[in-house]
């Protein structure tokens, strides 16, 4: 799967300038915008290991945007604590 790789593309560049610790919440923008069926977003992506959390949002009708803006807060909050 493509995102599969972008993710480990991502992860790779941010690993090799020592950014790979820092926090980083997935966004899944224009969900408005695709079907339902047979499509996993699911909450959490494992990727070498790791889990990042993902967020769905749609900048159109607003959705996911709450969830956004918790998923940067707690990010914020676990790198700081």
Known sequence: MWVTEELTTTREILDSIGAGDIPSVLVLNKVD???????????????????????QTSATTGTGLDALRTAIRNALVDDHS
């Open 33 to 55: 915008r695709i079907e339902e069926d047979g499509i996993d977003l699911s909450p959490t992506v494992g990727l070498n290991g790791r889990h990042i959390a993902t967020v």
